[in-house]
């Protein structure tokens, strides 16, 4: 059982990776910490849903189309909400991302009512052993993708001139701004990648458990337990991170669900965020600032 | 503070410290009382006086977050999930040992007050927006903690809790509610008032304007930061305990996430900061909710979906916005507002 719930977490942990990727690259490039993830995966599941079976697009036309409708949405998000918030108070970020994930999920109540969608298998249903613990096709696809797409993540910050001005941007606003980058561009271009990463880690569950919004909006809000252990700045902490969650998880449920009777998956995170909160609280990776006054 | 009129001066140190400064304000404050208490109660009905019940317990609810997050800078998202405990305090209490009111009322005051000082440790470590995360672990944890309390809470089916019973009088409608909640939110704005004012109010300003100059200053930050939070959970405890009586029955999905979020919001709607902000953001709050429902059959036929659930997406992208909107054109809120009108009538026919 030990060995089973390891690699059945280890599993669950990639996705958590990716959400937390997600917030991670947001909160470097603005210092805005994105509540809305969770409602935001949510939608993109359902967008990619809406494509692929509800009106039988190509798969290729679909992705372009969910490129474009996430290219918008991280335009308007930046331009008519975080823009004008710029030099308020923590509160005011903070709270218009929450407001934003509630106009998501709202909006993703009033056009996909009911129960949740699901995909079509197209995957064959095999069970691969490994070692004394077994598990799904459908799994391995899931880690391959999260790990293509981390993959491309590195790539894209280590190699392109774009992923280079970025991570210049995130180290220094005034300077950045002094070398001709268009700081804004690069928010909604941070947003960009955030909401990618968000529809394809969307995908991947709904695809797995089927779509429904509420698992959804939780794995975005589990996925802060992730940001927060791995440390707020780090890239590589929000993929140790995301795994030891997933794991821990899994874990903290095989053993201590007999106990206390079902449900301990949905609140293990948060008890794991608030010891972290107590005794680490800059996170594995994060930096510890020091504040003047 | 309150512009006045060029002449006009205290002359003495009790006038200096009187909250009411004028016979104008004296008689605007007489007339509040008097409709309040009076006036709206003989010609309201019953499901007027039933929203006027929920705005009340909203606000003794919010004044209580205003403390913590207005006037600390500590941010709160999940003050619902202090609410729930009081209420399932008061409803454990009244419920297995039979306890009435007017014991129920100070013991979900001070247990919500001591997990208000469990969750306020993590803010020895942290602040910012670490705190509203912490704040919202302990959201989920609590609810769990209540959805799996055995026979205690009665988690999924629900905790029945008794109506109010004092001096022999049974508050089982409405109207005699009303006067009950009432009295507790007055007395709780009054305490609010007064509070902000004193040595514990003003540390709480410093530390929110900043924490490190503050404790330069000689507070004892942390000591202060867990007295906020113990003081908005008693807040919190109180509006629970009223909501508990209110309802007479529990369930944890009268305390969702959602609800911390949109208290928080339309604190910001109200004015945060201010204690007439908070009354401001209770009172929108529930008027909105209340123009939702109003309109719900309209948004059922616009969006052909399961009724049910599009007015609750509806109401869910209406608030959310309305708060975008205030947070990106009026972050002072509806307050501030209304300090314009006030302080301009009471200057007309100058500017200033």
Request: charged share 10%; proline share 4%; hydrophobic share 55%.
């Amino acid at each position: 059982m030990f060995s089973q719930l390891i690699v059945s977490g280890f599993l669950t942990g990639s996705v958590y990776a990716l959400m937390a990727l997600g917030i991670v690259v947001i909160y470097k490039a603005s210092s805005v910490f994105n509540f809305a993830h969770g409602s935001i995966v949510a939608f993109t599941a359902y967008l990619i849903w809406s494509f692929v079976v509800q009106l039988h697009l190509n798969p290729l036309l679909a992705g372009i189309l969910c490129l474009l409708v996430i290219g918008i949405i991280s335009f308007l998000v930046q331009r008519l909400i975080l823009y004008p918030l710029t030099g308020q108070p923590v509160l005011a970020a903070l709270m218009a991302t929450l407001a934003l994930g509630e106009v998501v999920s709202g909006f993703v109540t009033l056009m996909w009512p009911g129960p949740a969608r699901t995909y079509p298998d197209f995957l064959p249903s095999g069970l691969i052993r490994l070692g004394p613990a077994t598990i799904t096709l459908g799994e391995i696809v899931n880690f391959v993708v999260c790990t293509l797409a981390f993959g491309a993540f590195v790539l894209f910050f280590q190699k392109s001139r774009l992923g280079l001005t970025m991570r210049g941007t995130a180290e220094d606003h005034q300077l950045a701004r002094s070398e001709g980058v268009r700081v804004n561009r690069i928010f909604i271009l941070a947003w960009f990648i955030a909401i990618l990463m968000a529809g394809i880690g969307g995908f991947l569950m709904a695809f797995m458990h089927g779509v429904n919004q509420e698992p959804l909006i939780s794995l975005g809000m589990k996925s802060l337990a992730v940001v927060i252990l791995g440390g707020m700045e780090s890239i590589s902490g929000a993929v140790i991170g995301g795994l030891a969650i997933g794991v821990l998880e899994a874990l903290g449920a095989g053993y201590l669900d007999p106990i206390f009777g079902g449900g301990v998956e949905e609140v293990f995170p948060f008890v794991i965020l608030l010891v972290v909160l107590m005794i680490r609280p800059y996170g594995l990776f994060g930096y510890e600032r020091i504040e003047r006054v | 503070m309150m512009k006045r009129p060029c002449g006009t001066f205290d002359q003495t140190y009790a006038q200096d410290m009187s909250y009411i400064r004028t016979p104008f304000r004296m008689g605007l404050l007489a007339v509040l009382f008097l409709l309040l208490f009076i006036g709206f109660p003989l010609y309201a009905d019953d499901y007027l006086l039933g929203i006027m019940n929920v705005i009340g317990i909203t606000v003794v609810a919010m004044l209580g977050l205003n403390i913590l997050t207005g006037y600390c800078g500590l941010i709160s998202i999940g003050h619902v999930a202090f609410v729930g405990v009081g209420a399932y305090t008061s409803a454990i209490l009244s419920n297995h040992l039979g306890w009435p009111f007017w014991a129920t009322l100070p013991s979900a005051a001070v247990v919500t007050g001591l997990m208000g000082l469990l969750v306020g440790l993590p803010a020895l470590r942290i602040k910012g927006f670490y705190i509203a995360i912490s704040t919202l672990a302990f959201h989920y944890i609590i609810i769990w903690v209540i959805l799996h309390g055995g026979n205690l809470t009665k988690g999924v089916w629900g905790l029945p809790c008794d109506s109010v019973e004092l001096f022999g009088v049974s508050l089982d409608t409405e109207r005699r509610m009303y006067y009950l909640i009432m009295v507790v939110a007055v007395t709780g704005t009054i305490l609010a008032f007064n509070l902000v004012r004193t040595k514990y109010g003003r540390a709480f300003v410093a530390i929110r304007d900043n924490d490190i100059a503050a404790e330069f200053m000689g507070l004892n930050i942390f000591r202060y930061k867990v007295l906020a939070f113990v003081i908005c959970s008693v807040y919190a405890g109180v509006a629970g305990c009223l909501y508990a009586h209110y309802l007479g029955m529990l369930t944890v999905e009268q305390f969702p996430l959602i609800d911390s979020i949109w208290y928080m919001g339309f604190l910001i709607v109200g004015g945060v900061g201010s204690i007439t902000g908070a009354v401001f953001g209770a009172f929108v709050y529930r008027l909105i909710d209340q123009v939702v429902i109003f309109l719900g059959p309209f948004i059922g036929q616009v969006f052909p979906a399961l009724s049910g659930s599009s007015v609750a997406g509806f109401t869910q992208m209406l608030f959310g916005m309305v708060i975008i909107l205030f947070l990106v054109l009026e972050p002072r809120g509806v307050n501030h507002r209304w300090q314009i009108v006030l302080s301009s009538f009471r200057l007309w026919p100058f500017p200033y």
